[in-house]
């Protein structure tokens, strides 16, 4: 049965190796299928190289007894090995045709290779990295299948990339680039910058195709294999290794048409089964030496919460306010901690901004603080029977403005409670101040300073001393104003978080609760609301007189029939 033969244009395959890639080595076959002279017209191989291939081996009945000794030809090439062919034979023989330090290197090697008795290939030789064909291949490369194809700008850029960094010296360790960013780009400066700078290799496996006794000629040279590498170790070899579905075949147009196969085979050295075994006792010995170093650079000393408490850390930071009446603003907070959280003896709660002078931007006037601050907490809950989801803890601020006569003035009070989830928050506040009747109290705000405050300034929201049922807050007038805007990095630590999803299924404590805060927090206000407003009915039941509650109770009765 005829082996089937596939096309030279056939997809390519991607490999990733580890080892280096000198060690790459491939072993190539060519032949001629057909003799030189015309297919008879009912031989003649149909261009998509379907069944009527396999009529041509009844061409090739002579047997390898009568075919020429150059008609067949066998060789295995190491990566960037250099086979020379006929053309290059006899160009750098002549000393005078060598211009370049590569090509006087070839020259001497030709010399050796004529003293030992010549070259031992005669149809297949390599074109490496440094040879001028690869500049010039990579150049004509196509990107689409269009026969009137014009190069863009960046695919003529591309075909240099490989080029320029390998020409490309190192910067010495005293010089300095003038300029790190670039602000404002130029068009001509994206384009000469817009390429991709992954250095590749290439190296090219060439077929001189041509009659025999007639060899070295330009245009009969064909490329039989293409191998890439770039420096992620990722190779490509176009056309793929033959392995098991058969031989290539390239078909020579012209009057003389001729059909050759060549094969292409992985020759590389396969590794020991002791040699892979020491390299991995390597690389283990490697990763636990960069483990060990890296647990150096933590420490042994890790600070570990105990168990059934929550570390939050929160390193903040406050951003800038806007929208406020007066300049020079700062920012006075303070961090208050509901039942069961703590804080270190260190740790201050508090923290004043200093004055920052406001820039219009748009259509208001802002300050931007950028002021840093760190708080630490604990949450430790005792009894873990309760049913009550844990309270946050709660940041206060005022915004305050100073003039040129030291006269400050009440611009805002707010709050934010917390981040119950850890990462990145920007939050931006609203914020009110309260206000007095009359034009008086605005005038002397105006002129003499001062203005109504809040003797306690957790009154913005309910205050943690109020024990009462109601807050009543009718008649206290307030007046909207800016909003000042917090950038906010929230950590936990927490031994909980080491458990399995199972077991703190199991446990149902308080610490696993607080994962799902955030999304409880809206259920616990709706069942908050519909606790007070149960309160409130069982509160005006109990005002009614118990006359008028029996009266009306009595008064509900079923309808009864006629």
């Known amino acids: 049965m005829a082996e089937p033969l596939w096309s030279a244009e056939a997809g390519g395959g991607l490999y990733r190796s580890r080892d280096p890639v000198r060690n790459l080595r491939l072993r190539v076959a060519i032949q001629r299928v057909t003799t030189a002279g015309p297919f008879p017209p009912q031989a003649a191989p149909s261009p998509s190289g379907g069944p009527e291939l396999l009529e041509l081996?009844?061409?090739?009945?002579?047997?390898?007894?009568?075919?020429?000794?150059?008609?067949?030809?066998?060789?295995?090439?190491?990566?960037?090995?250099?086979?020379?062919?006929?053309?290059?034979?006899?160009?750098?023989?002549?000393?005078?045709?060598?211009?370049?330090?590569?090509?006087?290197?070839?020259?001497?090697?030709?010399?050796?290779?004529?003293?030992?008795?010549?070259?031992?290939?005669?149809?297949?030789?390599?074109y490496t990295d440094h040879d001028r064909f690869t500049n010039l291949e990579e150049r004509c490369q196509k990107v689409t299948d269009s026969d009137c194809e014009m190069p863009s700008y960046l695919a003529e850029r591309m075909a240099n990339v490989?080029?320029?960094?390998?020409?490309?010296?190192?910067?010495?360790?005293?010089?300095?680039?003038?300029?790190?960013?670039?602000?404002?780009?130029?068009?001509?400066?994206?384009?000469?910058?817009?390429?991709?700078?992954?250095?590749?290799?290439?190296?090219?496996?060439?077929?001189?195709?041509?009659?025999?006794?007639?060899?070295?000629?330009?245009?009969y040279e064909h490329v039989l294999c293409t191998i890439k590498v770039d420096g992620n170790g990722v190779i490509t070899v176009k056309p793929d290794f033959t392995g098991t579905r058969g031989a290539y075949w390239i078909e020579l147009g012209g009057q003389?048409?001729?059909?050759?196969?060549?094969?292409?085979?992985?020759?590389?050295?396969?590794?020991?089964?002791?040699?892979?075994?020491?390299?991995?006792?390597?690389?283990?010995?490697?990763?636990?030496?960069?483990?060990?170093?890296?647990?150096?650079?933590?420490?042994?000393?890790?600070?570990?919460?105990?168990?059934?408490?929550?570390?939050?850390?929160?390193?903040?930071?406050?951003?800038?306010?806007?929208?406020?009446?007066?300049?020079?603003?700062?920012?006075?907070?303070?961090?208050?901690?509901?039942?069961?959280?703590?804080?270190?003896?260190?740790?201050?709660?508090?923290?004043?901004?200093?004055?920052?002078?406001?820039?219009?931007?748009?259509?208001?006037?802002?300050?931007?603080?950028?002021?840093?601050?760190?708080?630490?907490?604990?949450?430790?809950?005792?009894?873990?029977?309760?049913?009550?989801?844990?309270?946050?803890?709660?940041?206060?601020?005022?915004?305050?403005?100073?003039?040129?006569?030291?006269?400050?003035?009440?611009?805002?009070?707010?709050?934010?409670?917390?981040?119950?989830?850890?990462?990145l928050h920007m939050l931006t506040i609203p914020t009110w101040r309260p206000v007095e009747l009359g034009t008086v109290a605005e005038m002397r705000r105006f002129f003499i300073g001062g203005s109504p405050e809040l003797e306690d300034m957790t009154y913005a929201r309910i205050p943690t001393t109020f024990k009462g049922k109601h807050l009543s807050r009718f008649g206290f007038r307030t007046e909207t104003t800016g909003n000042v805007t917090f950038r906010l990095y929230c950590l936990q630590q927490s031994k909980a978080f080491l458990e399995t999803s199972a077991l703190r299924h199991h446990m149902q404590s308080v610490l696993d609760r607080l994962g799902g805060f955030s999304q409880q927090s809206s259920v616990y206000n709706v069942l908050e609301a519909f606790q007070r407003a149960r309160r409130r009915m069982q509160e005006a039941r109990e005002s009614l007189p118990q006359d008028l509650i029996s009266t009306s109770a009595s008064s509900v009765q079923q309808p009864q029939e006629p």
């Not at 295995?76 to 002549?94: A, I, M, R, T």
């Not at 994206?190 to 060899?215: A, C, E, S, W």
């Open 57 to 126: 081996r009844a061409r090739t009945a002579h047997g390898a007894a009568g075919r020429p000794p150059a008609e067949e030809e066998r060789a295995e090439v190491g990566w960037q090995q250099k086979l020379f062919s006929q053309f290059e034979v006899d160009l750098y023989q002549n000393e005078s045709a060598c211009q370049t330090p590569l090509d006087r290197q070839y020259h001497e090697e030709i010399l050796r290779l004529e003293k030992a008795g010549g070259r031992k290939n005669h149809r297949i030789f390599t």
């Open 162 to 219: 490989r080029r320029r960094r390998q020409d490309r010296k190192p910067l010495e360790t005293s010089s300095l680039k003038s300029k790190i960013i670039t602000w404002e780009p130029s068009e001509e400066f994206i384009k000469n910058n817009h390429v991709i700078n992954t250095p590749v290799q290439t190296m090219y496996i060439m077929g001189d195709l041509g009659p025999y006794g007639k060899l070295g000629q330009r245009e």
């Open 256 to 423: 003389k048409r001729e059909l050759w196969k060549y094969t292409i085979e992985n020759a590389s050295v396969q590794v020991q089964q002791e040699e892979e075994e020491r390299e991995q006792r390597v690389f283990r010995d490697l990763y636990s030496r960069h483990r060990e170093y890296l647990s150096s650079l933590v420490g042994s000393e890790f600070e570990m919460t105990l168990p059934g408490t929550l570390r939050l850390f929160v390193n903040g930071e406050v951003v800038s306010a806007q929208g406020y009446e007066y300049d020079n603003l700062y920012v006075h907070f303070f961090l208050e901690l509901p039942k069961y959280w703590s804080s270190p003896a260190f740790q201050q709660l508090s923290g004043v901004t200093q004055t920052c002078a406001t820039k219009t931007v748009g259509w208001d006037n802002v300050a931007y603080f950028c002021y840093p601050f760190t708080l630490e907490m604990f949450f430790t809950q005792e009894d873990e029977s309760e049913d009550c989801l844990p309270q946050w803890p709660i940041l206060y601020f005022e915004v305050l403005s100073l003039d040129f006569w030291q006269r400050y003035r009440v611009e805002g009070y707010g709050s934010l409670v917390l981040p119950a989830s850890p990462g």
